[in-house]
């Protein structure tokens, strides 16, 4: 499992002409990819990671200060660039695989009390974010 990490001001998704996720003051927005074998530990480091790292503004978490997370899965975050000139997505997990892993991280993160907004499995969704730094970071479980 992997996550592109990144501190925001503002960030939300669009399927279709409708907001279904969206969070308007400063916190983190998730990208979330899934690979073959990946189950319940990687869930959990991804969510301690998420939640815990200091990235805020004077080194709070978003748990410290209570912040909102944006959840998007990006299967492309395991794209294959090395060969050619068309990407391998043959280390993503199936969608079927990948959906109940991002579902538990999300549900990871409100269990530990915060406030997650999520984009549409599967969707051709529209993302609009407002970096803050800008501070992008990769974690990988």
């Known amino acids: 499992m ?4 990144q501190r925001v001001t503002q960030a939300r998704v669009t399927v279709a ?7 308007d003051r400063p916190g983190l927005f998730a990208l979330v990819g899934v690979t073959h074998g990946d189950g319940p530990d990687e869930v959990d480091r991804i969510v301690r990671k998420i939640a ?13 200060e209570g912040a909102p997370v944006l959840v998007v899965s990006q299967f492309t975050l395991y ?3 090395r060969k050619g000139r068309r990407p391998s997505w043959s ?10 892993l991002v579902d538990a991280v999300v549900a990871g993160l409100r269990g530990r009390g915060l406030e997650v907004a999520t984009g549409r499995f599967g969707a051709n969704m529209q993302v609009e974010s407002v970096g803050d730094g800008p501070f992008t970071v990769l974690v990988d479980a």
């Open 52 to 64: 815990e790292l200091r990235i805020l503004r004077e080194e709070h978490s978003v748990l410290d």
């Open 17 to 23: 002409g409708e907001v279904v996720g969206a969070i």
């Open 2 to 5: 992997r996550a592109v990490i």
């Open 79 to 81: 794209g294959d660039t």
């Open 91 to 100: 280390h993503a997990a199936p969608g079927d695989e990948a959906e109940p």
